[in-house]
T-cell receptor, first 118, second 109 residues
């Protein structure tokens, strides 16, 4: 079974440019999460989709970040315009319906996208 | 989510058991204890979770104290590939994961 995949693995852009990160969750997983680790900090939650709906976007830092999950399959995270402080590693994770998982939330993480804003 | 406290670093000899402690004194009744690890520059990896009872799987064992205020993750026979940052997380099942700074475990040859 394929795991969570993320594309690209690395992205280097200049301040002010736009970048779009993609995440493909494990097939059948309704829950999709975005996290990020910026330089020297802890991994922080950004938002949570249940299918195509945003369940919780309390971690999104500002309106330069836009996440979508059309059709409830893959998700994209767009940063526009990118700033220097956006540099870091962006992780995507997915998990199955909690009812199927026995009400515990094992999240499967992708390898991350390393974003560098110059 | 309950706050967790872990030592910043630990060493363990290869082949020996690694015992990683975690304090979660404010944990509430519906919050699980999860353990994840992050091996250098990979995505975090689920290890084990528990609510009240001790748990064991193919990777590790989780010992939770009776008052649920602390727990210990046990890797029974640590290998060099177990060198990683280990995160203890206490939260309800419906919430996103709240990562702290974790414990850097170094397995020494």
């Amino acid at each position: 079974e394929a795991g969570v995949t993320q594309f690209p693995s690395h992205s280097v852009i200049e301040k002010g440019q736009t970048v779009t990160l993609r995440c493909d969750p494990i097939s059948g997983h309704d829950n999709l999460y975005w996290y990020r680790r910026v330089m020297g900090k802890e991994i922080k939650f950004l938002l949570h989709f249940v299918k195509e709906s945003k369940q919780d976007e309390s971690g999104m830092p500002n309106n330069r970040f836009l996440a979508e999950r059309t059709g409830g399959t893959y998700s994209t995270l767009k940063v526009q315009p990118a700033e220097l402080e956006d540099s870091g590693v962006y992780f995507c994770a997915s998990s199955q319906d909690l009812r199927l998982a026995g009400f515990y939330n094992e999240q499967f993480f992708g390898p991350g996208t390393r974003l560098t804003v110059l | 989510d309950a706050k967790t406290t872990q030592p910043p670093s630990m060493d363990c000899a290869e082949g020996r058991a690694a015992n990683l402690p975690c304090n979660h004194s404010t944990i509430s009744g519906n919050e699980y204890v999860y353990w994840y690890r992050q091996i250098h520059s990979q995505g975090p990896q689920y290890i084990i979770h528990g609510l009240k009872n001790n748990e064991t799987n193919e990777m590790a064992s989780l010992i939770i104290t009776e008052d649920r205020k602390s727990s210990t993750l046990i890797l029974p026979h640590a290998t060099l590939r177990d060198t990683a940052v280990y995160y203890c997380i206490a939260q309800s099942a419906t919430r996103q994961l709240t990562f702290g700074s974790g414990t850097q475990l170094t397995v020494l040859p």
